[in-house]
């Protein structure tokens, strides 16, 4: 059974960085593509960067330029690093698995990581 395991949120000032973990259990990682999504209070769930299996990367518009992911293959995980951060990105961040079309391919959802803000 599937299972990701999010961590490495926090409160941030406007400016500030922060690096999140996704430890995947329960599927092929090293041929899966990975991805993060989140849901800010209020809204739906949106998709934020993709990985590929073989490293390629995809980032959703309001991310490009201060958001990175990366992975870690021998470790299941795959992590986002958040520099930049802006209030707009307070959010609860999930990473699931994450189809060419930027949709997640599992219903299933770890509890996520909180990401707050503050201007």
């Known amino acids: 059974q599937v299972q990701f395991v999010e961590s490495g949120g926090g409160l941030v000032q406007a400016g500030g960085s922060l690096k999140l973990s996704c430890a995947a259990s329960g599927t092929t990682f090293s041929i899966t593509a990975m991805g993060w999504f989140r849901q800010a209070p209020g809204n739906t769930r949106e998709f934020v960067a993709r990985?590929?299996?073989?490293?390629?990367?995809k980032y959703a518009d309001f991310v490009k330029g201060r958001f990175t992911i990366s992975r870690d293959n021998a470790k299941n995980t795959v992590y986002l690093e958040m520099n930049s951060l802006k209030p707009d990105d307070t959010a609860v961040y999930y990473c699931?698995?994450?189809?060419?079309?930027?949709?997640?391919?599992?219903?299933?959802w770890g509890q996520g990581t909180q990401v707050t803000v503050s201007s």
């Open positions: 990985i590929s299996s073989g490293g390629s990367t």
């Open positions: 699931n698995s994450v189809s060419a079309l930027l949709v997640a391919r599992y219903d299933y």
